[in-house]
């Protein structure tokens, strides 16, 4: 079945570097991707997505391109923050706005120190 | 923005006994909410699909019977662990499907179950 693959963290970063965190999918079709966030306490909010291969989904200086060649969503962030310490996680649709439910990923620990 | 809420947050029951926990979409219908559960360091794992007004649709390994979910109405579903052993022991996070135009999903914060 559909599937989602990211890196295993916990990931710990100084403030102000480059952060990746890698994603690959399995699926049949053709499915949405998602970058969930999930801060201490809170439960998880929409960082961003894309729909279909070569979108960019981007907000908060984060960013994603949908690679279809290499089944990826590479989540991304140029200049990190401390209050960017959460943990992320990817996640699929098979179809949007339906009742399709997401598979994630097993979720990714950022910490980003001063 | 659209906030579904949980409750309770937290609860810790003795093993037999029965726990009820609800979700709630606070400024949005939702015809169809998801409950999931989320193991230390683990994926969060789907258990059932909830839908308005009919039963329940479980995944496969997922005890109907154990896990009861009624969604009675448009922001309203309800998980309850029928007779609760430490092996339930979880976080139990639900989420909803905004039924207007976005159809996008909001997730509740999550509810720990500590079952002694």
């Known amino acids: 079945g559909d599937s989602v693959t990211q890196m295993e963290g916990p990931v710990t970063l100084s403030e102000e570097a480059f952060l990746t965190i890698n994603c690959t999918y399995t699926?049949?079709?053709?499915?949405?991707l998602f970058w969930y966030v999930q801060y201490p306490g809170e439960g998880l909010q929409l960082l961003l997505k894309?729909?279909?291969?070569?979108d960019k989904g981007s907000n908060k200086g984060f960013e994603a391109t949908y690679r279809k060649e290499t089944t990826s969503f590479h989540l991304e962030k140029g200049s990190v923050q401390v209050s960017d310490s959460a943990v992320y996680f990817c996640?699929?649709?098979?179809?949007?706005?339906?009742?399709?439910?997401?598979?994630f990923g097993k979720g990714t620990s950022l910490l980003v120190t001063p | 923005g659209a906030v579904v809420s949980q409750h309770p947050s937290w609860v810790i029951c003795k093993s037999g006994t029965s726990v009820k926990i609800e979700c709630r979409s606070l400024d949005f219908q939702a015809t169809t909410m998801f409950w999931y559960r989320q193991f230390p360091k683990q994926s969060l794992m789907l258990m059932a699909t909830?839908?308005?007004?009919?039963?329940?649709?479980?995944e496969q390994g997922v005890e109907k019977d154990k896990f009861l979910i009624n969604h009675a109405s448009l922001t309203l579903s309800t998980l309850t662990v029928t007779s609760a052993h430490p092996e339930d022991s979880s976080f139990y996070i639900c989420?909803?499907?905004?039924?207007?135009?976005?159809?996008?999903?909001?997730f509740g914060e999550g509810s720990r179950l500590t079952v002694l």
């Open positions: 894309a729909t279909k291969a070569d």
């Open positions: 996640a699929l649709s098979p179809v949007t706005n339906s009742g399709y439910a997401l598979n």
């Open positions: 909830s839908n308005e007004g009919s039963k329940a649709t479980y």
């Open positions: 699926a049949t079709g053709y499915p949405s």
């Open positions: 989420s909803a499907r905004d039924s207007g135009n976005t159809g996008e999903l909001f």
